[in-house]
């Protein structure tokens, strides 16, 4: 999948006065609000969200560049929070990644709003490519380092494309996710993507543990 160039899109907020945790959260929820009354992503201006959140403009851009960054915070505070992984194999982590995308999948079907967030963010470059700078990049760069200390300590065959194997087991969970959001999605899911593509990934001595 392309996303559009994101040089103009900081990835996180702006530097400014130490943060009010309280202060972020009001204007978090004002976001949502707005969002769960219908207004759509165009028309949320930071004049806005900041008479929604009870605040002044001047205390959204000391936490936040601008609209895109905010909104990349917005959807991270309404995901699951990162999984953390255990560190004891590679397929222990491939598993525990993976389930962190079939929760998030769960989030997403269950949340009207959060869908219609996507949709729409889809169809705005600039956003989309802070949420890619913000959020999709590092989810990226994590799973390939698990990759390839696998590939390190003999988990995974040296001849093994990583980026390729890296879509391999990502793709798997979100065609379930994303592209049919009817389908089926198991608490045992992540594991079955994990073991099954691994199968052919493994050098031929190595035993599943």
């Not at 002044?56 to 699951?80: C, H, M, N, Q």
């Not at 491939?94 to 929760?103: G, K, P």
């Not at 949340?111 to 999709?136: C, E, F």
């Amino acid at each position: 999948m392309s996303f559009a160039d994101n040089r103009s899109c900081p990835a996180g907020p702006a530097r400014g006065r130490p943060r009010s945790e309280a202060v972020e959260q009001a204007i978090l929820e004002g976001v949502m609000q707005l969002l769960e009354d219908g207004v759509p992503l165009a028309e949320l201006s930071i004049e806005r969200i900041a008479r929604t959140a009870g605040v002044g403009k001047a205390t959204i851009y000391r936490r936040w560049s601008g609209k895109e960054e905010l909104f990349v915070d917005v959807l991270r505070t309404a995901e699951p929070p990162d999984p953390e992984l255990p560190g004891t194999s590679m397929r222990d982590d491939l598993i525990v990644i993976l389930e962190s995308l079939r929760q998030r999948g769960l989030v997403s079907r269950s949340s009207a709003i959060l869908h219609n967030v996507y949709v729409q963010m889809k169809t705005s470059p600039r956003i989309w490519a802070a949420y890619h700078a913000g959020v999709v990049a590092p989810r990226r760069v994590l799973m390939l380092d698990v990759l390839r200390r696998g590939q390190r300590d003999g988990e995974l065959r040296p001849d093994i494309d990583l980026d390729l194997a890296n879509d391999m087991f990502v793709g798997a969970m979100l065609v379930r996710t994303v592209m049919r959001p009817d389908g089926d999605l198991p608490e045992d899911l992540a594991e079955h993507i994990v073991d099954i593509t691994l199968e052919g990934l493994r050098p031929v001595s190595s035993t599943v543990s």
